[in-house]
């Protein structure tokens, strides 16, 4: 089967999500500033569920993964031990004519012409550019204070090893995940959120034996891959690419890719990497302090190895906007949809009065506020029946209400389904059952 991008052009998702209130550029008023995005009311939402669907399937739902939160400013000697000093680099070429500077393995993609008048691009030699943000701790500027941004939330949960080994009950094989912000000074950001300086990130590191570190690897590779698949991302989209030995970070013993099929073509959504025994070794290494597993019934002693799938949020957040969008039509109107699974639609149930007049709207309000409760939901009783439709069917609502005249015979309503438009008339009384049956996942 040959795949196709869910959408041509990436400019459909940023026109969606501005329109929406899913993703804003940063600073729009100052005129936007590259590289940054705001979440809209919209946005948030849907961050948080996918953020919860990931949380749920990789901590809560598990016996053997505790959560971490640490701090983005870390002490500057775990970046020295990770390697990021050193090795943290991306090659930087500049244009000797117009000054343009890019990533010299980013140059296929380079849509810039040269600005410099009927010169071509002329590209110097190639230059380290490490892609930590620096700054300084307290208010003198020197080197001695300087700090970093996390480039990665991994470390956190190398350098709390101990602390979580000696505060909770894990036994290896064990995991430490964490959700939280990361900081990249990328030399190109482009293709909206795909690729910006700062990001989220949803890591865990599985410390392992090294015996079941092969096994442990396709074990993960494989339960990643199912997340996306299980949260409605078209399996024809979605693909796992083994890294070339000359494609590994420094830490890495091997490494696969989940990708999907962006308009821009096939691109890293999440990476897996079984990272060895590097991590825990070096951080023993630069602090003295003996990071190991014991086991408490043999007496042997060892330096785990960790296997680590690292996703960044808002790159799966973008993979799920991409993939749920639609456009069909409806008795010859178009409409615009998003089909998310409903785990991640930013609401759940719109609640609507067919009329604004008579008991309609107080009716409505009633449904709403039971419904409230226990769901996102929203009322709105503004424009016509089939306009509030669309708004809910292009933020990805699965389930809208109607409080109808037939509402005031005999207490049922009318709900309608965003994916198979069918209508059924449900008694008030058997609501919350209803969309519990279809809100289990
Ligand atoms: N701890 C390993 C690590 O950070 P990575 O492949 O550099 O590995 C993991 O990053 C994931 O984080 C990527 O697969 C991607 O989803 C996301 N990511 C990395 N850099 C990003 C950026 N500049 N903007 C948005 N997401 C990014």
Known sequence: MTSKPKVESLDTIVSLSKRRGFIFPSSEIYGGFASCYDYGPMGVELKRNVKDAWWNKM????????????????????????????????????????????????????????TSKNKEHSWGEPRQFNLMFKTNLGPVESSSNTVYLRPETAQGMFVNFQNVVDSSRVKIPFGIAQQGKSFRNEVSTRRFTFRTAEFEQMEMEYFCREEEGEELFKYWRENRLNWFKDLGVSQSRLRLRDHKP????????????????????????????????????????????????????????????????????????????????????????????????????????????????????????????????????????????????????????????????????????????????????????????????????
Not at 80 to 103: W, Y
Not at 266 to 273: N, Q
């Open 59 to 114: 901590v809560t739902m598990r016996d053997d993964v505790v959560g971490l939160d640490c701090s983005i400013i870390m002490h500057p000697k775990v970046w020295e031990a990770s390697g990021h000093v050193a090795n943290f680099t991306d090659p930087l070429i500049e244009c000797s004519h117009c000054k343009l500077r890019v990533r010299e393995d980013h140059l296929e993609f380079l849509d810039q012409k040269c």
């Open 246 to 441: 000359d494609e590994l970070a420094h830490y890495s013993r091997c490494c696969s890719d989940i990708e999907y099929l962006f308009p821009f073509g096939w691109s890293e959504l999440e990476g897996i990497a079984w990272r060895g025994s590097y991590d825990l070794t070096k951080h023993s290494e630069n602090s003295n302090k003996n990071l190991v597993w014991r086991d408490q019934a043999s007496g042997e002693t060892f330096t785990p190895n960790v296997i680590e799938p690292a996703l960044g949020t808002d790159r799966a957040i973008l993979t799920f906007l991409t993939d749920a969008y639609e456009e069909d039509e409806i008795n010859g109107n178009k409409r615009t949809v998003l089909k998310l699974h409903p785990a991640l639609s930013p609401i759940k149930v719109a609640v609507f009065p067919l009329l604004r007049k008579d008991s309609h709207p107080e009716k409505s309000r009633e449904v709403y506020k039971m419904i409230k409760s226990s769901y996102a939901a929203t009322y709105d009783e503004s424009g016509n029946i089939g306009k509030r439709y669309r708004r809910q069917d292009e933020i990805g609502t699965p389930i809208c209400v109607t409080i109808d005249h037939q509402t005031f015979d005999d207490d049922t309503i009318t709900v309608r389904d965003r994916d198979t438009l069918e209508q059924q008339r449900v008694k008030i009384d058997a609501l919350k059952g209803f969309l519990f049956e279809k809100f289990k996942f």
